[in-house]
């Protein structure tokens, strides 16, 4: 059955001012969902570099399309952030190529841009997509999601610090003018462990979906688009995720088997998100955007799952089976860090992770966390290499490093951690219609 996705949308409502014919390209809403029918012929190809104009959709609102879902690409902020968390990750991180130029730093987000923009709707990544480009070209999409939905796909674009100035110190893009003052790096933290080489990078993308197959396809398709310009520096793939960033969503369980995300900040709190996630100072063009950290930590699994059940809740300061606050209620209940138990000690570890890691003891810092489970196969002893791929949302990385600090100090959960990947990426906030990704950064 087709089921076509291209019912009536809003025009592209570029001012002339930011109008950019390049970019107002009506072609780009040729194309029929992957479920339905590929493609309605006169193809656009990648190399056109143009960006879908004409596509609508907040990239908060989802559009359930015949029980699928969906969310639209465009909106004040990238999707992939306050948006539901979904089942699936896929994470990379790109290095531009020593020869690339700013023009073809601008050239590949607008054809990310243009891709996501139809990734995101269910669509191949071009109106030929996988099967409509003729039999004497490679196709422009490689078809593993042919027949699939979009899933819930999110993908959230990201910059390093490195775009702006390289670590030898060069302006290879013109940019440093415009780097970020709170654009810092990380310190180094307790059981830090970190690999350069799965660290950093100057671009990333995370794509979300329920989906994995969904997920990689954009991942994969994407670093296809950037062959030529920019290659894959490192990528993490993650499942089942570990924190709600909806009310509506049920809190879900990490591989230590607690209820993670009970306490994260959620799309429904918008004045604790401009408090704690948006960017609000430094330039313009990065206002509106935030901090993403990533990092990859391996978690002794085998070692916690010989802990007694009270000395795992006494680490973590919850309850296992219900997720509530050793203070006493139930899940949702508000930690009580000050009462104390029969023996005068107060009930909730002042060494427990969430007694660290809690606003109430970092001077109200906040932040959204979204990571996902990881399980790379084994090390030679027979050991999972298994972990959180930990994704945290922040309006300047010091907030994060301030509280990671006070639960590195002697947070007894990191006895149980080890941190092998550390990167902070710029997500800058989201793409108007016919505008792409980024695009006041180069523009300021
Ligand atoms: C500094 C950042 C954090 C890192 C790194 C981190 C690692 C990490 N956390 C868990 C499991 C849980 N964390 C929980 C709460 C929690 N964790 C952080 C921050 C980091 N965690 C914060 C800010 C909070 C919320 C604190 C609060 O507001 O009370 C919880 C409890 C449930 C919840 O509120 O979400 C769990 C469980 C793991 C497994 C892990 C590294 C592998
Ligand atoms: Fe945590």
Not at 268 to 294: K, T
Not at 361 to 389: H, K, P, Q
Request: glycine share 12%.
């Amino acid at each position: 059955m087709s089921d076509p996705i291209d019912s009536p949308q809003p025009e592209a409502s570029l001012s002339p001012e930011t109008a950019d014919s390049s970019l107002a390209e009506p072609e780009a809403r040729k194309g029929m969902s992957r479920r339905g029918l590929f493609g309605l012929g006169g193809g656009l190809g990648l190399a056109a570099g143009a960006i879908a104009g004409g596509f609508g959709g907040a990239a908060l609102a989802p559009k359930t399309s015949g029980g699928h879902l969906e969310y639209g690409f465009f909106g004040e902020h990238q999707a992939g952030i306050i948006t539901p968390a979904q089942d699936r990750l896929h994470f990379a991180a790109f290095d531009l190529r020593s020869d690339a130029t700013r023009d073809d730093l601008i050239a590949l987000l607008k054809e990310w841009t243009y891709a996501a923009s139809r990734l995101t709707l269910g669509l191949d990544v071009s109106a030929r997509g996988a099967f409509d480009g003729g039999p004497y070209l490679p196709p422009d999409d490689t078809g593993e999601a042919a027949g699939l939905d979009a899933a819930g796909l999110t993908i959230t674009f990201g910059f390093g610090s490195s775009l702006f100035r390289d670590a030898a110190g060069k302006d290879r893009f013109g940019l440093a003018g415009q780097l970020p003052p709170d654009f810092t790096p990380l310190p180094k933290m307790a059981n830090d462990f970190i690999s350069p080489e799965r660290s950093g990078g100057d671009l990333c993308v995370q794509a979300c979906a329920n989906d994995p197959q969904v997920a990689v396809h954009a991942i994969r398709n994407l670093t296809r688009i950037a062959f030529g310009r920019a290659t894959l520096r490192w990528s993490q793939l993650g499942f089942g995720r570990t924190s709600s960033t909806s009310s509506a969503q049920t809190t879900p369980r990490n591989l230590f088997g607690q209820k993670d995300g009970t306490r994260n900040l959620k799309a429904e709190q918008p004045e604790r998100l401009a408090e704690h996630v948006w960017i609000s100072d430094g330039p313009a063009w990065a206002r509106g955007g935030s901090y993403l950290v990533a990092r990859r930590i391996a978690m002794t699994i085998e070692v916690w799952d010989g802990l007694q059940l009270s000395e795992q809740d006494r680490v973590l300061g919850r309850d296992k089976k219900s997720g509530a606050p050793l203070s006493g209620g139930t899940e949702f209940t508000e930690p009580d860090f000050a009462k104390t138990g029969p023996t005068g000690r107060p009930l909730i570890d002042p060494r427990s992770h969430v007694a660290r890691a809690a606003p109430e003891n970092n001077g109200g810092i906040a932040m959204l966390r979204r990571g996902y489970n990881y399980v790379d196969g084994n090390d030679g002893t027979g050991r999972l290499d298994a972990g959180l791929f930990f994704i945290g949302f922040v309006k300047a990385p010091e907030r994060f490093a301030a509280v990671h600090t006070n639960m590195a100090r002697d947070d007894m959960f990191v006895e149980y951690l080890k941190t092998t990947s550390s990167s902070v990426f710029l997500v800058p906030p989201g793409a108007r219609e016919g505008q792409y990704v980024g695009q006041a950064l180069f523009e300021a």
